[in-house]
């Protein structure tokens, strides 16, 4: 008894703000989801199983992968695993750095990174600026036209790239690795919209008080569309730490390839008797970076991926 | 008023117009400035791709360094017979088909589940969602390591008469708690389907994040007053289920559904990550290639082949797509 009426209580809390609920007669209603609330406990039960079970099955992969790279080759042997190593070494780690030359390689990933988001920010602010706000012939067809290369798949566009790049004489250059990519559409798209919803009245005010173009849209638009900014800047971070086809083609040397073609060289055989522990060290610090930048800007990666349905 | 104000006032009239004649002028000019660079870049990497890739398509035989020493070629069809005719492009269709027909539905319907259990409880919620949603930021290679360490067995007994298997795999040694014999996922002499089962099995894993954002961002829009309404009358669970969730969510499944038909059809560097370059257990390369890597296979040589088979591959996105749309035109509720 004692039960329900607490969990009536709860009820009532949860429905305030309801206001449909409240229109209809809060009582009644009161009693019929305090019926249905004590059939839910098993369900809610249920629904924590199945919830966290998935939630391992997620986690295990990042569990065995850390652990792993913490055992000795002898240990991870065992046909009994163990789950938690028994001797932890750090050595596998230093190993997997000499080995994939993660050093090279780390610098070079985060080199075209940063260039090539900076300059895809500049063409992309430029670009969304002048379909937001200026008028201009054909304006609209250029968009539509731009909207339809999103559906072409990427790979129509690298047999021909892969020559381009090769008349320009651009193999083995950071080059290669930074322009062709430099456009992304979808990025435009984004960024037109959110720059529509910024009132036009403020543009016009400013041209009446003789604001240049350039100075409007870096003293009012980019800090009004930063948080879309900046979901760009990551998902095209992470773009480059996890672009492997195009690196690989084009580059064939540790000066100018990424870390993940690397990770991926060093390796070349992921089954069979291999030294998995110094393996799984290499995937561990490839995936580090992406962890720390998952657990401090999750907001502006989800709020990205959630708009744009891409990855990285 | 005299006449003399009144020229003066026209000629000012037609002065303000002619600056905003110009100015207008000048707008039209400056948006293409604006745009210079991005448009400069999409015809060299966007557009000369486009046009080209049609040109290498129907050159019989097409060839781009037969091209440069100066052969001409016909015009046909020839390139598409080819692909078809080619067994290995008929298994890397099969591949690609047979992981999207797999991983679509399973993993839609299962993020759905996902989607509504998360959105059903309040305790954990959040952080349950932010676990769930690590995979989508991983490196799709680096994690096809870790899940081709979990399944490779140390020291197989396939491999020679008198190997024993030290280590079975992780896996294999969880199966092991249920009295499962220790199974060959991917190492050499490992069959076909165990290794569709282990690229299912990722490919799922690493599709789930996008679409338990997707669909959960739908059902938290969803108006309460639906499900009140089948309080009161008491509806059964699976009833709200397929009548109100189901119905409310369907632009937001069509979303999810479409992007993952498309994401299939380019399926590639999950199988690198798993299998590496060969694409297929050791012993048997290629086995699991998909549209994608035959591409790549003809990216060096017969580009007029590459080109076809790309254009494939955008004909059957493009079906897919279109099918997908049509459908969701018809059964999605808004």
Redesign the interface.
Same mark, same amino acid.
């Given at each position: 008894m004692s039960d329900k009426i607490e969990n009536s209580k709860n009820v009532t809390s949860e429905t305030k703000g309801?206001s449909?609920?409240r229109v209809?007669g809060s009582r009644d209603?009161n009693k019929?989801?305090t019926s249905?609330k004590i059939g839910k406990g098993a369900?809610?039960v249920l +629904?924590?199983i199945?919830?966290?079970f998935?939630?391992v099955?997620?986690?295990f992969?990042?569990y /065995?992968?850390i652990i792993?790279s913490l055992k000795t080759l002898d240990e991870?042997?065992?046909?009994?695993?163990t789950l938690f190593p028994e001797t932890i070494v750090f050595g596998n780690y230093a190993e997997a750095f000499t080995q994939a030359n993660l050093g090279r390689l780390f610098l070079n990933t985060v080199y075209v990174g940063l260039v090539s988001t900076i300059l895809s920010l500049?063409? !992309?602010v430029?670009?969304a600026?002048?379909?937001a706000r200026?008028?201009?012939?054909g304006?609209n067809a250029?968009f539509a036209v731009?909207l339809a290369?999103m559906?072409?798949?990427?790979?129509?566009?690298?047999? +021909?790239?892969?020559?381009?790049v090769f008349y320009l004489n651009w193999m083995n250059t950071f080059t290669v690795l930074i322009?062709?990519?430099?456009?992304s559409?979808f990025y435009?798209y984004l960024l037109k919209q959110n720059f529509m919803q910024i009132p036009n009245e403020l543009y016009l005010a400013a041209k009446v008080d003789g604001t240049s173009?350039l100075k409007y849209l870096w003293r009012v638009m980019i800090p009004l569309s930063l948080p879309t900014l900046i979901s760009i800047t990551i998902l095209k971070m992470?773009g480059a /730490?996890?672009s492997?086809?195009w690196p690989n083609?084009v580059t064939d040397s540790d000066e100018y390839r990424l870390i !993940?073609n690397g990770? *991926?060289n060093a390796?070349?055989?992921?089954?069979?008797?291999v030294n998995?522990p110094v393996?799984?060290a290499a995937?561990a610090i490839?995936?580090a970076p992406?962890?720390l930048?998952?657990l401090f800007l *999750?907001k502006y990666?989800?709020k990205g991926?959630?708009r744009s349905?891409i990855?990285g | 008023m005299s006449v003399s104000k009144l020229t003066l006032k026209r000629d000012r009239f037609e002065a303000k117009t002619k600056q905003f004649r110009t100015k207008?002028k000048f707008?039209?000019?400056?948006?293409?400035v604006?745009?210079a660079?991005?448009i400069a870049?999409?015809l060299?990497?966007?557009g000369?791709?486009?046009v &080209?890739?049609l040109a290498?398509a129907f050159q019989n035989g097409y060839d781009?360094m037969e091209w440069i020493s100066g052969i001409d070629f016909t015009i046909g069809i020839d390139n598409f017979l080819k692909v078809i005719s080619y067994s290995g492009f008929k298994d890397c269709l099969f591949n690609t088909i047979l992981l999207c027909v797999i991983t679509v539905p399973i993993s839609t319907i299962?993020a759905l589940?996902?989607a509504v259990?998360?959105n059903?409880?309040k305790f954990?919620s959040r952080f349950?969602q932010?676990?769930?949603?690590?995979?989508?930021? %991983? &490196?799709?290679?680096?994690?096809?390591?870790?899940?081709?360490?979990?399944f &490779?067995m140390?020291?197989?007994a396939f491999?020679g008469q008198n190997e024993l298997?030290?280590?079975?795999g992780?896996i294999n040694?969880i199966l092991g708690i249920f009295g499962v014999e220790p199974i060959n996922w991917? &190492?050499?002499g490992s069959g076909y389907w165990e290794n569709i089962f282990v690229m299912s099995f990722y490919i799922i894993?690493n599709a789930?994040p996008?679409k338990i954002?997707?669909l959960l961002?739908g059902l938290q829009s969803v108006n309460?007053?639906y499900y009140?309404a089948a309080? @009161?009358d008491?509806t059964p669970?699976w009833r709200v289920f397929t009548k109100i969730t189901v119905p409310l969510l369907s632009p937001m499944i069509a979303?999810v559904v479409i %992007?993952g038909f498309?994401?299939g059809?380019?399926e590639?560097?999950s199988i690198?990550?798993?299998?590496?370059?060969d694409m297929g257990?050791?012993g048997d390369p290629r086995r699991l290639n998909t549209m994608?890597g035959y591409?790549?296979n003809f990216?060096d040589e017969r580009?007029g082949q590459?080109?076809a088979a790309?254009?494939i591959? $955008?004909g059957i @996105? $493009?079906i897919v797509?279109m099918i997908n749309l049509y459908v969701s035109k018809k059964k999605t509720h808004f």
């Open positions: 309801d449909a609920i209809m209603i019929l989801r249905a369900g809610m +629904t924590y199945f919830l966290i998935i939630a099955v997620v986690l992969p990042f /065995w992968m792993s991870y042997k065992l046909s009994v695993p500049v063409i !992309t430029l670009s600026f002048a379909f200026l008028e201009f012939k304006k250029l731009l290369t559906m072409i798949p990427g790979e129509l566009f690298t047999i +021909t790239n892969y020559q381009t322009v062709p990519f430099l456009v559409v435009i173009d992470m /730490w996890n492997y086809v083609l !993940t990770l *991926r390796f070349v055989e992921s089954t069979g008797d998995i393996q799984m995937v490839v995936s992406l962890f930048v998952f *999750r990666i989800m991926v959630s349905g990855k | 207008i707008d039209q000019w400056k948006g293409w604006y745009l660079p991005c870049l999409l060299v990497f966007t000369w791709p486009i &080209n890739t290498m781009t299962l589940l996902i259990c998360l059903s409880i954990l349950l932010t676990i769930y949603f690590l995979p989508y930021v %991983t &490196n799709s290679i680096a994690i096809g390591m870790v899940f081709a360490a979990m &490779n140390v020291g197989t491999g298997i030290q280590s079975a992780i040694n991917i &190492n050499e894993w789930l996008f954002l997707i961002g309460k007053q009140d309080k @009161i008491s669970k979303y %992007t498309i994401g059809f380019k590639y560097s690198v990550g798993i299998f590496g370059d257990p050791t994608v591409i790549y990216i580009q590459a080109s790309a254009l591959l $955008f @996105i $493009f797509t």
